[in-house]
C-alpha cells in the first residue's frame, strides 16, 4: 500500500553505462517529478509531469530522459552515465501543493 | 535556483527541548511548506503555510510565516529522540509552480 514506490532502492554502475530508475505512485495524482539530491542534501527539481505532459524540464542534461508510460508512472532513463550524476534520486507526486515522495534511489556511479 | 535557506545547518539538543529552525527566501511565494527527512529516505509534508497566514500549528509544531521579511520559523516543542533527520523547507517558486524549491535543510539530533 505504499503511496509512491521507486525501484531499484540502490543501484551501482559503472560509468558510461545506461541506467534506468522506475517510479509509481497509487495516489491517483495527476502531477509526478523527478528531483536530484546531492551529497550535500540539496534537492533540486530535474523533471515535472502533468498527466503525462512534461510541464518543465529543468536545464538538466539531455542524457537524462523521463518517460511517463501513464499517468501513475514516472520513469527516468539515464545514458552514458558519468561520475557527476551520483547522487539521490527522488520520485514525488502532487494532487494540489503537497508533494508525497518516495525512499529515493542511490545511484553510484563508479 | 535554490530559494530557501535553513539556518542552523546542523543543531543538537536534549530530549524535551524546543528546537527553532530558520528558513528564509528570496522572492514571493503563494505558500512555504516544511518537510522532514529521516536518514535513508524520502521527504515527508509537515505543515503548510499560506501567504496571508502568519502562524499555523499542527501538534507539538508551530510555524511562522514574516512575508516582509521573507522568512518562516519551524518550532518543534518538548522534542523526542524521534525528531531527529533533516528539516527543509520549500516553496513554490514562482507563485503556483509546483515544483518545489528546497532549501538545504537543517540537521537536527536530539539527544535522548
Known amino acids: 500500500d505504499t503511496a509512491v514506490s521507486q525501484t531499484p532502492k540502490y543501484l551501482v554502475t559503472q560509468m558510461g553505462n545506461d541506467k534506468s530508475i522506475k517510479c509509481e505512485q497509487n495516489l491517483g495524482h495527476d502531477t509526478m517529478y523527478w528531483y536530484k539530491q546531492d551529497s550535500k542534501k540539496f534537492l533540486k527539481i530535474m523533471f515535472s509531469y502533468n498527466n503525462k505532459e512534461l510541464i518543465i524540464n529543468e536545464t538538466v542534461p539531455n542524457r537524462f530522459s523521463p518517460k511517463s508510460p501513464d499517468k501513475a508512472h514516472l520513469n527516468l532513463h539515464i545514458n552514458s552515465l558519468e561520475l557527476g550524476d551520483s547522487a539521490v534520486y527522488f520520485c514525488?507526486?502532487?494532487?494540489?501543493?503537497?508533494?508525497?515522495f518516495g525512499p529515493g534511489t542511490r545511484l553510484l556511479v563508479l | 535556483s535554490q530559494q530557501g535557506e535553513e539556518d542552523p545547518q546542523a543543531l543538537s539538543i536534549q530530549e524535551g527541548e524546543n528546537a527553532t529552525m530558520n528558513c528564509s527566501y528570496k522572492t514571493s511565494i503563494n505558500n512555504l511548506q516544511w518537510y522532514r527527512q529521516n536518514s535513508g529516505r524520502g521527504l515527508v509534508h509537515l505543515i503548510l503555510?499560506?501567504?496571508?497566514?502568519r502562524e499555523k500549528h499542527s501538534g507539538r509544531l508551530r510555524v511562522t510565516l514574516d512575508t516582509s521579511k521573507k522568512s518562516s520559523s519551524l518550532l518543534i516543542t518538548a522534542s523526542r529522540a524521534a525528531d531527529t533527520a533533516s528539516y527543509f523547507c520549500?516553496?513554490?517558486?514562482?507563485?503556483?509552480?509546483?515544483?518545489?524549491?528546497f532549501g538545504k535543510g537543517t540537521r537536527l539530533s536530539v539527544i535522548a
Open positions: 503555510i499560506r501567504s496571508n497566514e
Open positions: 514525488a507526486s502532487s494532487s494540489l501543493e503537497t508533494q508525497y
Open positions: 520549500a516553496t513554490d517558486n514562482p507563485p503556483g509552480n509546483t515544483p518545489l524549491v
